[in-house]
């Protein structure tokens, strides 16, 4: 395959109007000034605040349901139209639940998984797919989570999803490296969020879990989206079928040190 610089014009960011998924939008729309971007999301949520920053020609919103196959279709038929290409793809569509596993429901069960890993796959296939048929090049950035790594109690449905996407993220890597496309994941540990900040007001997490991670502190949207930059850049070109864990040292430690 070439060698030659893969340069980003439009790429496509699920689950792009809010949280993580806007931050990434927003990191590689200020970092690439002639980039477009595709926003696949349920809600139109903070697009307003990219057009204000960057001009309303630069993003446009498409609502999509990750987990209907024939909505990723359409919606991705409706960015190609709208730029007659893209490079890139950040799937970072999802959400998350705490329940115990014993009263998951079927249902909840079902719109987890299928968001987080029938979403993933749609929105992978049909990248692919366009790049395959067209002959193009193109970079992916999956959306992985820390929780799958370790028992996590009443994350479940979530973990195993996650879970899921590694498996996604490797498989693909592998089968579309001959076609110049490479498949990478990020894999973010506690980030200051809102639903983060929820978690905290309601009890469900513990604030001292920040002294579980190396650094002892909760990592920022902003250092998720520099990852995702990374990964869909030319400094990662070489970079295909990795997890990129960024939790400020929260696996590889995971319990309170004391110094003394």
Known sequence: MSLEPL????????????????????????????????????????????HAEFGAERSKFWKTDVSDYQSVQDSFAGAIAWRGKFS?????????????????????????????????????????????????????????????????????????????????TRTLAVEWAEFGIRVNAVVPGYINTPLLEEGIRSGRVDPNIRLMHAMERFGEASEIAAGVKFLLSDDASYITGEMLTIDGGFTPRRIPWNRD
């Open 88 to 168: 890139g793809l950040t799937a970072a569509a999802g959400f998350a639940t705490n329940k115990a596993s014993i009263d998951t429901t079927p249902e909840e069960w079902r719109a987890m998984v299928g968001c987080h890993l029938d979403g993933t796959f749609f929105c992978n296939q049909a990248a692919g797919r366009f790049w395959i048929k067209n002959k193009s090049r193109g970079a992916i950035v999956n959306f992985s989570s820390v929780s799958h790594i370790f028992g996590w109690p009443r994350r479940v449905s979530y973990a195993a999803s996650k879970a899921g996407i590694d498996s996604i």
């Open 7 to 50: 340069k980003h014009e439009t790429i496509v960011i699920t689950g792009g109007t809010s949280g993580l998924g806007f931050a990434a939008a927003q990191r590689l729309m200020r970092d690439w000034p002639d980039l477009h971007v595709a926003l696949l999301d349920m809600k139109e949520g903070r697009i307003e605040e990219l």
